[in-house]
Each structure stands twice: as C-alpha cells, then as structure tokens.
C-alpha cells in the first residue's frame, strides 16, 4: 500500500485490510494481513516474509536514502529499525524438521533468527557502511528506534538515519497474544466500554532523518510516487521531540495510573519546547484492551487538562491491526500524512485519521475528543503527537511538524 491508499484508508475509517486468519492450530482471528501475491521476492540472503514486506517500504523512500548516501556518504548514514520478529516463518520450519530428524535443513542459518537482520538488510541493499541497530521494546519498537536515530545524528556519529519498523502477524504471534488473554474475538474497538482486546497486524513504515534541519535533523524522506513531492518541499516535516519512559513494573501490564506514559508525553513536549496546547492532532496507543485504554485516557487527560475537550484524537488500530514493532512507525506515517495532506486547506477541508469504535463511550474513563465521520476542526495541523506503549512499560511518544526555517 502506497502513502495516497493508506490515507485514504485511515481517513475513510475502511477495515478492508481486516480479514479473519486461521492458525495452525485451528483457532482463527481477525488480522490486518498483507495479501501474499502483493510481496515480491528481494533477492535477500534470507527472503522471508518480514523483509519481504520491509522491501516494499524501503522502496518508496529509496529515491531520499540515495540522496542522503550521496549527499553524506555511504558510512554516515544509520540504520535504525524496529521490529520483534526473529525469521519465525523460517525458524519454526526450521526447529519442527531439527525436532522431526534431529538437524536443522542444510539452507538453515542461525542469521535467519538473529534480532540484527531486518537492519542488516537495509545495509545491505542501499550499500550503506555506517551502525545497524534492530530495537525489540516490543509496540514501542520503531519508536525507540526514531528516538536512537535522532540520537545519533545530534552525537554527530552519522548525518543522516533510516529509521522506522517492520513487524509480522505470524501464528507464534498470534497464538502467543492470545495466549494472554489479549486477542480480541471481533475488530478491535479502542476505547469502548465493550473493548475485550487488540486485532494483531502487519506492515512497514520507514523514513530518512537527516542532520539538514530541526532536531538532529528532523526531515522525513517521502517516496517520489505518492503526490506529496511539491508539499513535501514546501514545508519540510521535522522530528521536534521525543519523549521515552520505562515503567517495568509488570511483564506485559503498563502501569495502571498511567505515570510511565505520562512521563513520556512530557518529555516529548519537553524536548520539543511546546506547550501540550500546541498539538493539533494526537494519535493515540488505543490497543482496545481494559488496561492499555484505562491508563492512556488517564495519562492524556492529565497531560492535555481541559484542552482534551478540543483535541482531535484517534486510534488507527481498527484500519492497521496492531503492527507491533512496527506499529510506532506506522503510527508515525499516519502523523507525517495528517500535516502534509491538510496544508494550506481551509478548515472546512481539513480531513484527518477516524476513531472507529461502537460508539459506546467507557464512563470510567476520562473523556477524549475521538474523530468521528463528518468531524469539523478549528485550526490547521502543524503539529502532531504520536504514543506507543510497549510490554515492559517501554514508552514512547514522538512529536513532528512543519519547519518554520
């Protein structure tokens, strides 16, 4: 899916990617899965599914990682890239022939299950000699791997940085979510007093930070093919702040009161040097899980005090699945979107990210302006915040906008 369809997917509120999956095992889940004839093989040393849809992206931001490599140089540019999926399509293949005949199949490698190789692979395919890094702080991945790029930018180690995510929704995955109790039976229904889990999903989202402007640079690269081009250049997207907390009070539960992701928020606002006033749009964690929406209502209802009232907020969950380590990312793009496609539009045009839910608001929780269908805004979209609250407590909240420069 291309920049223009994924738009028009989150602002139309369409669940087409959402389809109902079944497992090994005969359980059977709605997931956000990509179609398996729309990846195409990457001449990869190991061409599994996860690089196969992290190619897909990188090829819509080939145009500005060539042009940072130029501009930079082949070893001044980092590679930092969210993701959780250690090759399980091949490694469980692997694993079930070793336990059948007691060695793994002669083309298996160990590399195939190393955390480094989604990075590696990037390297590899752009020609790059500068650090790889793979983050696995599980939903907060890709967040926590923006945040290290910006880092290493500003610590002048590199000028320029690929960053974003890449996750899949595996059967290990799948199952393993389940296994917890967090799967939800129907579509994912954030925020919703009849809210009983998450929807699990796959996907990419990638960008080019780079030293030229901003925060350590704070530009994102946009592929040439989405009709952004113009836009783009006119009002560069900078990474103003960043914002990461741990809560590690739980293996998987986030703190109740919601302080860990309150931490997060205002240190992005923080690093940023705004006012949580200043924020046009925020994109919420949203899971749809009792835990995860109780504790970021309270957290946004204290960041934000009454401007929660006017604040257009929204969970793309129920258009995208739960991406996982991609999701931060992902999250991110939708952000990205929301700031280029709404520029120089009069308010009555302004369309931004829909908040699909039964429409049964949860009283115990602190009420939140979600975007519904027919939604009127009162001011333009400069600047967004994006939240991703991974198992651990592992927090991260991102803020962008347009230059100023």
């Not at 109902?20 to 004839?37: C, L, M, N, P, Q």
Request: with cysteine; hydrophobic share 40%.
């Amino acid at each position: 899916m291309d920049a223009a369809s994924f738009w028009e997917a989150l602002t139309t509120g369409s669940q087409d990617g959402l389809v109902k999956v079944k497992t090994h095992s005969g359980r059977e889940f709605y997931a956000a899965k990509i179609a398996d004839g729309a990846l195409k093989k990457t001449g990869a040393r190991h061409d599994m599914r996860v690089i196969q849809i992290e190619d897909a992206a990188l090829e819509q931001i080939a145009p500005a990682v060539l042009a940072a490599k130029e501009k930079f140089g082949e070893g001044r540019l980092a590679v930092c890239i969210g993701c959780c999926d250690n090759g399980s399509e091949f490694s469980v293949a692997g694993h079930r022939e070793y336990f059948e005949k007691g060695a793994f199949p002669k083309n298996y490698s160990l590399e195939i299950q190393s955390a480094d190789y989604p990075a590696t692979y990037a390297k590899e395919k752009f020609g790059l000699t500068g650090p790889a890094y793979v983050f696995a702080t599980a939903c907060s991945s890709s967040g926590s791997a923006i945040a290290k790029g910006a880092e290493l930018i500003m610590a002048g180690i590199v000028d320029a940085a690929i960053v974003g995510g890449v996750d899949v929704a595996s059967d290990t995955v799948l199952l393993g979510f389940d296994s917890l109790e967090a799967v939800s039976d129907t579509k994912t229904n954030p925020f919703s007093k009849n809210r009983s889990g998450i929807t699990l999903g796959e996907g990419a989202a990638f960008f080019v930070l780079t030293k030229d402007s901003g925060l350590a640079a704070g530009s994102f690269g946009q592929e040439k093919d989405c009709g952004q081009d113009q836009k783009a250049a006119a009002a560069p997207i900078q990474l103003l702040g960043y914002g990461q907390s741990a809560d590690a009070s739980h293996m998987t539960a986030p703190l109740a009161d919601g302080s860990g992701a309150l931490a997060a928020m205002k240190e992005a606002l923080a690093c940023a040097g705004l006012e949580a006033s200043q924020i046009d749009y925020l994109n919420l964690h949203g899971t749809g899980t009792r835990l995860n929406d109780s504790m970021e209502a309270k957290a946004v209802a204290e960041c934000f005090g009454s401007a929660c009232a006017s604040l257009p907020a929204s969970s793309t969950k129920p258009m995208t699945g739960h991406t996982l380590g991609a999701s931060s990312a992902v999250e991110l793009a939708a952000c990205w979107l929301a700031i280029v496609n709404n520029e120089e539009k009069s308010l009555d045009k302004i369309k931004l990210p829909l908040h699909l839910y039964d429409g049964e608001d949860d009283p115990d929780l602190a009420r939140l302006n979600f975007i519904q269908k027919g939604a009127k805004f009162n001011k333009q979209i400069n600047v967004c915040m994006s939240n991703s609250f991974g198992f651990g407590g592992c927090n991260v909240s991102l803020i962008i906008g347009k230059s100023n420069d």
